[in-house]
């Protein structure tokens, strides 16, 4: 009961409404306000106080949770790793949704054929490794760079690279520019390429990309700086760039995984040097040691192995 009410009050402080930590956790929002007020019953003190629409922590509350959380987080894990894993157990996995949507769709189609139990859901990155940490997810397949100590079994499945769709500086500046076969065969551009090739002019080029401040993208600041290029638009969703892609509105900034997806765009878009994002496999220490996730792990990485060799 504890436990549970310790969640809660954790859920609630990131996601901010009694209904979203419901949406969460499977349950009703009577049942959500239930444990919160169990919770403060056991500790004697206020935890939670209404805000607008959403609901406030008390400083009694925040105080709590930065001395618990951690710990709150290992013993899920640990919880988690104690579970019993049939082959009926729903078994999670939290995924980047571009990935599932550029790399995993079809083998994710054709692996629940075997393991029809599979659980998956869609989050950043950052939410991906607080649902392994916390045995809310037994798998995680993430995309961007992992922040240092994350605690968990981290493997690079590949670098992928990104690339400018609708990108039409060559006709509207073509005193700039020379032409380069790289570019018509699609291959990323040599630092020799840059110097035939200049993409830093006399001017800024303006794109459409990401969300630069999420943590996992952050580090695609400078490179896309020193290539000339700064976000006119920042957006949090891979599927209105896409669509921004489509409607010609460019140049965007999207992972190689998400070119298809684009159309005809997709197939003229220009590969940027030197510019990828990891994409990793986590999991806690011991998860491999279940012999249905290890079957998991390996067919991810062959397809991923497969994905690489073209």
Request: proline fraction near 7%; hydrophobic fraction near 40%.
């Amino acid at each position: 009961m504890l436990l549970e009410g310790l969640e809660t009050l954790c859920l609630l402080a990131s996601e901010g409404t009694m209904a979203k930590v419901a949406s969460r956790l499977y349950i009703s929002q009577s049942a959500v306000s239930k444990r919160i007020t169990q919770l403060e019953q056991r500790l004697g003190k206020r935890l939670i106080e209404p805000d607008g629409r959403q609901t406030r922590l008390t400083p009694q509350a925040r105080e709590l949770l930065a001395r618990v959380a951690p710990s709150l987080a290992e013993m899920k894990g640990v919880l988690a790793d104690s579970q019993t894993l049939t082959d009926q157990t729903p078994l999670p996995v939290a995924c980047s949704e571009t990935l599932l949507a550029g790399y995993l769709a079809r083998f994710m189609h054709d692996y629940l054929e075997q393991d029809p139990h599979l659980a998956l859901s869609t989050h950043h990155t950052p939410v991906i490794l607080t649902r392994v940490r916390g045995g809310d997810a037994l798998l995680g397949i993430c995309a961007g760079r992992l922040p240092p100590g994350h605690g968990l079994c981290a493997e690079l499945l590949l670098e992928e690279p990104f690339y400018l769709v609708g990108d039409d500086q060559e006709a509207a500046q073509p005193d700039h520019r020379v032409a380069s076969p790289d570019r018509a065969s699609g291959k990323p551009l040599t630092q020799r390429d840059l110097g035939e090739e200049t993409l830093v002019q006399d001017k800024v080029r303006k794109i459409l990309t990401m969300d630069l401040e999420n943590p996992s993208n952050r580090y695609l600041r400078d490179p896309l700086a020193a290539l000339g290029l700064v976000p006119a638009m920042e957006l949090d969703s891979y599927l209105a760039l896409i669509e921004l892609a489509k409607a010609g509105i460019g140049p965007v900034l999207l992972p190689a995984g998400l070119l298809a997806l684009v159309g005809d765009q997709g197939k003229r878009a220009r590969a940027l040097p030197g510019l990828a994002r990891p994409l990793h496999l986590v999991y806690r220490p011991s998860s491999l040691k279940r012999a249905r996730i290890q079957r998991l792990v390996e067919g991810i990485r062959a397809h991923f192995a497969r994905v690489s060799q073209g």
